[in-house]
Every structure is written in structure tokens, then in C-alpha cells.
């Protein structure tokens, strides 16, 4: 199982982003990014009471549409969230350059996928015991060598 709440763009601008906040703590990652996780007691520290909420996010603090997009003059930032359990997940992601929206909230499931016969769990049966079943079909339908030719 992972979580994952955080803000991805360059050191400089997260730093711009955070600015004096002392529950910030920005982590480098490859390619000259960084990442920016959203714990708990920063989320408390940067939410804005009464601001609007970052739609489709479930740990984007009130106020962070603003203050991202603000941000983003600085550089591209992009919010994301991934949350999984299994092998089975949800991932959303927002970006913004220039002071607008570049990326629109992108969501995307993974793991088993329900059809119209099939749950999400019992598609990802049925299509291992197919494929299972088919490899047998087709040693069945070898043809044998007969007796005298072995």
C-alpha cells in the first residue's frame, strides 16, 4: 500500500511555493525535480479557511488552486495524488505553467478493470484461467506421433 499527496516542480519553485512555512521539507528527485510531500502538519499550516478546494484532490489544502497558479510563473508545478492497495489504485494529477492550467485534473484507475460480464475481481480471474486454458487447448491439438515413430 502507498499514498502519495505532493507537489513535483523544480527546487527553485518550490521554494517560492513554500517560502517560510517550517512544516516544508522538499526532497530531490531525478531529471532536476523535486518533490514536495503534503504531510499533515503541512497541510494545516498552509490551508486558507474559507478558501476554495482543489477539485478532484482529497489532501489539497483549501487555498492551493491560488496559490499554484501564482506559483507557476515562476515554472511548471504539477499537484499529484496516487493512492493503492494491492496492486489496485487511483492516481490524479494537476499541472500549471505560466499562471494557468496546462493539465486539467487527469485522473486514472489501475488494476483489474470490470467489464460488462465481469466484475473487477473476477475479470482478472477469468482472463488468467483463460489464458491458462488456451496454452492447454493448443498441446491437445498438437498432433502425436503415432507409435511407430517414436
Known amino acids: 500500500m502507498y499514498r502519495l499527496q505532493a507537489a513535483i516542480a523544480t527546487e527553485s519553485v518550490l521554494r517560492e511555493l513554500v517560502g517560510s512555512t517550517t512544516e516544508a521539507c522538499i526532497v530531490p528527485l531525478a531529471q532536476h525535480l523535486w518533490l514536495l510531500p503534503m504531510t499533515d502538519a503541512l497541510f494545516d499550516a498552509v490551508t486558507v479557511a474559507g478558501a476554495l478546494e482543489l477539485d478532484g484532490f482529497w489532501k489539497a489544502p483549501a487555498g492551493s488552486d491560488l496559490l499554484l497558479t501564482t506559483c507557476s510563473e515562476a515554472g511548471p508545478v504539477a499537484y499529484v495524488e496516487a493512492d493503492y ?5 487511483t492516481q490524479t494529477a494537476q499541472v500549471w505553467d505560466a499562471g494557468q492550467v496546462v493539465l486539467g485534473i487527469a485522473p486514472c484507475r489501475r488494476g483489474a478493470v470490470a467489464d460488462d460480464r465481469h466484475s473487477e475481481l ?5 482472463a488468467r484461467r483463460r489464458k491458462g486454458q488456451s496454452r ?3 498441446r491437445r491439438n498438437r498432433p502425436r506421433a503415432s507409435p511407430r515413430h517414436r
Open 85 to 89: 492497495f494491492g496492486g489496485a489504485g
Open 122 to 126: 473476477s475479470g482478472a480471474a477469468v
Open 136 to 138: 492447454r487447448r493448443v
